[in-house]
């Protein structure tokens, strides 16, 4: 068996910490008509204490077929994008993590909650955001 290089989680163990799986978006827009869904907030645990630290998520999605080629986290990455290579790996679509019910109020729930693209390419070139 041959792995496939191009799905292995990745963290960057740093403040903050890094996670990525998959492609990245200047990749992905060279190759499909994708959809990129993108959020900053602050996490819970953060809101309730003095902590000011601000997490991202990205997701990257295949426009036809709604496949996911790529996850992206900033801050609290490394547990997540461990979990999350488990349904990239499968071939997940946006709409197979649309169906996971959310764990309120973890930061992980993001990945499952987002309703609409940030921006968008079509043929390579950005629309939005």
Known sequence: MVADHSEIPT??????????????????????????????FRPMMSTLS????????????????????????L??????IQLVAIPVNMGATKADFDRAMTLHSSAAKELVIFKAPRYIYRGGKKIGG
Not at 20 to 39: K, M, P, R, W
Not at 75 to 80: I, K, P, V, W
Request: aromatic share 4%; proline share 2%.
């Open 50 to 73: 003095t902590h000011t630290e601000r997490m991202i998520i990205k997701l990257i999605i295949e426009k036809d077929g709604g496949k996911v080629l790529g996850v992206h986290i």
């Open 11 to 40: 963290a960057v163990f740093a403040e903050p910490s890094i996670g990525v799986i998959g492609l990245t978006e200047a990749q992905a827009a060279t190759h499909e008509n994708i959809d990129v869904y993108l959020s900053r």
């Open 75 to 80: 801050e609290h990455a490394a547990e997540m």
